[in-house]
């Protein structure tokens, strides 16, 4: 069993309100998404692991074989790192919570993009995914368990 944290703080939606089908449809995975608060803040790890994956706006942490992805934002792939501030390097070691990725969700949101954080367990067929958690979190907080 592995529990997955909240990378960011802010209100958890579900992947049915990320404004992308992708994720919406749980085509990546299965999971959840945050809207997240609107002020500077950082993207911590959702469990402890090596980063498997690292762009500014998305980053994936493997251990155990299970990984799970954060993407900060949708389309914002766009923005070339704009706005982003790296705080590991892919292939580190980290540990559940630990700082990944710096950024501002107001900022993607003035640039009219969606800052909403799809949190999704990678390769997860015929794995139980408990049920988020609803409501609030804070980065850190226990978001939904991977059995």
């Known amino acids: ?36 608060a609107r002020e500077p803040g950082v ?20 251990d155990n074989g299970r990984a799970v992805l954060v993407h900060l934002g949708i389309d914002t792939v766009k923005r070339r790192g704009d706005g982003f501030e790296l705080l590991v390097s892919e292939g580190d070691e980290v540990a559940a919570g630990q700082p990944v990725i710096r ?11 969606s800052p909403v954080v799809p949190v999704v367990a990678l390769d997860a067929e015929g794995d139980v995914i408990s049920t988020a958690v609803s409501g609030a979190v804070a980065a850190g907080d226990p978001l939904f368990r991977w059995a």
Do not use: R, S, Y
Request: no cysteine; charged share 10%.
């Open 43 to 62: 993207a911590v790890a959702p469990i402890g692991g090596t980063i498997a994956k690292l762009h500014p706006h998305a980053f994936v942490v493997a």
């Open 103 to 113: 950024w501002n969700p107001a900022q993607i949101e003035a640039d009219g993009q």
């Open 1 to 36: 069993m592995t529990t997955v944290l909240a990378p960011v703080a802010g209100e958890v939606v579900g992947l049915n309100a990320v404004p992308d089908p992708v994720f919406a449809q749980a085509i990546v995975g299965p999971g959840t998404a945050i809207e997240p």
